[in-house]
Structure formats: C-alpha cells, structure tokens
C-alpha cells in the first residue's frame, strides 16, 4: 500500500521560509518521479518541483526558481521542498506526488501522477 504523508506546512510572513517534508512508505521513491504540487483556493492545481529519477531534472516552476529547493535524502524515503524568500503568492495547499515512470511522462502534469499525499497548508502573509 502506497503512503504519502507531507509535514512541516504552517504560517509564515513573507521573507520567511518553510521546509516542507513528503514521507513515502510502501514503495522504493527512487522508482518514482518525485514531485511537489500546489493549490490555491479558486485555482488549479499547479506543479511547483519535480525529481525524476529518469535522471533528469531536478525542474521548477518558473514562479519557484532560485527560491525553492527539491531534495530526496540519503535513504530515498523522504522528499523536500526547502522554500525561501516566502511570498503571498505561496500560499496554498502543497501536495507531495509520485509517478510511476513512463513514456509521455511530463513532471508539471497532475494526470501523470498515480499517488497522493493528503496535503499541507502553507500561508504566507
């Protein structure tokens, strides 16, 4: 049975920054492509960084460049989101993800992704 549980979400002003946590179980992460998702309330959700264990990658959104950073750790069983220089516009339901590798593949495509986590609430101000 595949889990994912995120951790570490809260409130924050802008500036500040946050280090979010995806703990996976039931699978090996590294057969996975690995990403970080978002949703603001009245939006869609919106890919914001992705590990592809293809060997590509790591990739941003353009709106997260040079301020967030996707990392898996040593054993592979856990993947982070370290975010700096939170703005208002972070704000939103962050969502850890996982997909099964295949051709067509696009780390950004929520119809890619076969697991999820249950969420974690991140608000800037």
């Known amino acids: 049975h595949v889990q994912l549980v995120e951790s570490g979400g809260g409130a924050v002003q802008a500036g500040g920054s946050l280090r979010l946590s995806c703990k996976a179980s039931?699978?090996?992460?590294?057969?996975?492509?690995m990403g970080w998702f978002r949703q603001a309330p009245g939006k869609a959700r919106e890919g914001v960084a992705s590990?592809?264990?293809?060997?590509?990658?790591?990739y941003y959104a353009d709106s997260v460049k040079g301020r967030f950073t996707i990392s898996q750790d040593n054993a592979k069983t856990t993947l982070d989101l370290q975010m700096n220089s939170l703005k208002p516009g972070d704000t939103a339901m962050y969502y850890c993800?996982?997909?099964?590798?295949?051709?067509?593949?696009?780390?950004?495509?929520?119809?890619?992704?076969?697991?999820w986590g249950q969420g974690t609430q991140v608000t800037v101000s």
């Open positions: 039931g699978y090996t992460i590294t057969r996975h492509c």
């Open positions: 590990v592809n264990t293809g060997g590509t990658g790591p």
């Open positions: 993800a996982a997909a099964t590798p295949r051709a067509g593949l696009r780390w950004d495509r929520r119809e890619d992704y076969d697991y």
